[in-house]
Structure formats: structure tokens, C-alpha cells
């Protein structure tokens, strides 16, 4: 089954503690990206990917690091989490170029932290 | 970047008809998606315009008119099932794949 797998789906944890969220794609996508999700703003993104070893910041990309060491996954890492980054946060894939420029996003179940 | 501007809330009755507006601005406007997001779950792809007219999916249809940067969603014979929120988003030429997302609209819909 093709999908976007994200790891944790929920965590609460202490400020400063490092965390990472893991994000998986099984489709062959070249495009991932991050996005946090809180009330009145929409999704907003955070880093993208266009391809292994190519990441690139988004609107949002203060507080985040993020790697593309192979094509399948593209980890979201919270070095010295604050509260300002509880969210909802969702992982994204897609194919690139332009015979698929209609091919949606797929997102993953999406992420809730809360960091305390 | 973009602003994209949806309404907060609709309320709407089982059977009825919806329609959801979407208003953006951009520099080079290079397609348009709708998604459905039931509460806590991700995003899921209903509709995608990229020339101007109507789209049509079953009991959902979707409208572009790029000269007005406007676009809407048409959500006919509502079921409950259907009371979520709906993301319109837009991709712009400058960076081909990124997506920027209008804050939702919550359906609701009573029976």
C-alpha cells in the first residue's frame, strides 16, 4: 500500500530535550517536506526535499534541522525543543516535474507534540 | 508568498449544497488543490485546477478563475460523513513544488 509513515503519532516531552520524527515514503517521491499544522494558521512548512542530500527551508524553519540521506526518508529533528513547537506536524511526499505537476502531496497521519 | 484567504466556518444541512470560496494572490500562479482534513487526520486530495472552469468529481466539483485569483469548492447532496475541514492551496511558479495552504474552512454539516 503506498503511503507516508510518521513516527511517533503522539509525544510529550520536556523542553531542551533533543527529539527526532521520522517520515517514510514507499512511493519513489522525490519531493518530501514538513509542515506544522495550529489553529487559525493552516498548514505551514517547515523544510522541504527535492531530492537525496537536497533540503531546502521553508516559512517556517527556525528551531528545525532536517537530513535526506536516502530517498525514502527525510527525518524532522528538534535539536533544543521549545513550547512554542507544540503542534500537529505532518510529513509530505510527491513526484516532481512537470508531467506531474496535477499529482497531489501525500501526507502522512501526522505527528502531535507537546512540549512541556 | 501567497495569501489565501477561506472562510472560518460553514454550517450547512444533510442533502444540501456547499460551497466553499478560496481567494489568493500570487505572483505566478501555477495550479490550485483542494483537501479534506477530518479532525486529527491528514490531508487528503480531492480536486486540482490549473485552467480556468469547473472540475468535476462526483458529488464534489471545483472552480478556477485565475483572472479574479479565485477559486471554489462544491460540495452537493452533503452526507455527515462530509463535516470536515477543507484546505484550498496553491503552488506558484517560483517554486514549483512547494504548496501554500489557506488556514481551512470547518464544514459542518447537521442532520
Known amino acids: 500500500e503506498a503511503q507516508v509513515t510518521q513516527n511517533p503519532r503522539y509525544l510529550i516531552t520536556v523542553t531542551g530535550k533533543k527529539l527526532t520524527v521520522t517520515c517514510s515514503q514507499n512511493m519513489n517521491h522525490e519531493y518530501m517536506s514538513w509542515y506544522r499544522q495550529d489553529p487559525g494558521l493552516g498548514l505551514r512548512q517547515i523544510y522541504y526535499?527535492?531530492?537525496?542530500?537536497?533540503?531546502d527551508k521553508g516559512d517556517v524553519p527556525e528551531g528545525y534541522k532536517v537530513s535526506r540521506k536516502e530517498k525514502r526518508n527525510f527525518p524532522l529533528i528538534l535539536e533544543s525543543p521549545s513550547p512554542n513547537q507544540t503542534s500537529l506536524y505532518f510529513c509530505?511526499?510527491?513526484?516532481?516535474?512537470?508531467?506531474?505537476?496535477?499529482?497531489?502531496?501525500?501526507f502522512g497521519d501526522g505527528t502531535r507534540l507537546s512540549i512541556l | 508568498g501567497q495569501n489565501i484567504d477561506q472562510p472560518t466556518e460553514m454550517t450547512a444541512t444533510e442533502g444540501a449544497i456547499v460551497q466553499i470560496n478560496c481567494t489568493y494572490q500570487?505572483?505566478?500562479?501555477?495550479?490550485l488543490f483542494w483537501y479534506q482534513q477530518h479532525a486529527g487526520e491528514a490531508p487528503t486530495f480531492l480536486s486540482y485546477n490549473v485552467l480556468d472552469g469547473l472540475e468535476e468529481k462526483g458529488r464534489f466539483s471545483s472552480f478556477l478563475s485565475r483572472s479574479k485569483g479565485y477559486s471554489y469548492l462544491l460540495l452537493k447532496e452533503l452526507q455527515m460523513k462530509d463535516s470536515a475541514s477543507y484546505l484550498c492551496a496553491v503552488r506558484d511558479r517560483s517554486n514549483d513544488y512547494k504548496l501554500s495552504f489557506g488556514a481551512g474552512t470547518t464544514v459542518t454539516v447537521r442532520a
Open positions: 509530505a511526499s510527491s513526484l516532481m516535474g512537470s508531467s506531474y505537476s496535477n499529482q497531489p502531496q501525500h
Open positions: 500570487t505572483s505566478g500562479f501555477n495550479g
Open positions: 526535499s527535492m531530492n537525496v542530500e537536497v533540503t
